[in-house]
């Protein structure tokens, strides 16, 4: 029983990376829609008297900005770091997961 000629169990680093990046971009439009949403769990003068201080609408909409913005960012710093590395392996150039 060799264990020379047999392929490795894990994929390599490079590849494992690359997909993982992949995954995270796939996952950034997720993370956006709960990022958004959460203002929608902010008080609101409606909720009574006993309810904590309203957010102000000018802090709402700094922050839907913000999150949007940094979005943007986070998936053109992965994009790019994808790009940089044009090595692809066998099942993600032939489009299979």
């Not at 494992?16 to 929608?40: C, K, Q, S, T």
């Not at 102000?56 to 992965?78: C, E, R």
């Amino acid at each position: 029983m060799s264990t020379q000629g047999a392929t490795p169990v894990f994929l390599e680093r490079r590849s494992y990376r690359r997909r993982r990046m992949m995954d995270a971009l796939r996952l950034l439009p997720i993370l956006g829609v709960f990022l958004w949403m959460l203002p929608l769990f902010w008080p609101t003068p409606a909720d009574g008297p006993t309810a904590p201080e309203a957010v102000p609408l000018s802090t709402a909409a700094t922050y839907v900005f913000v999150v949007w913005l940094a979005l943007i960012a986070s998936a053109f710093s992965l994009w790019s770091l994808l790009r940089a590395r044009p090595e692809m392996d066998e099942d993600a150039s032939q489009g299979l997961r």
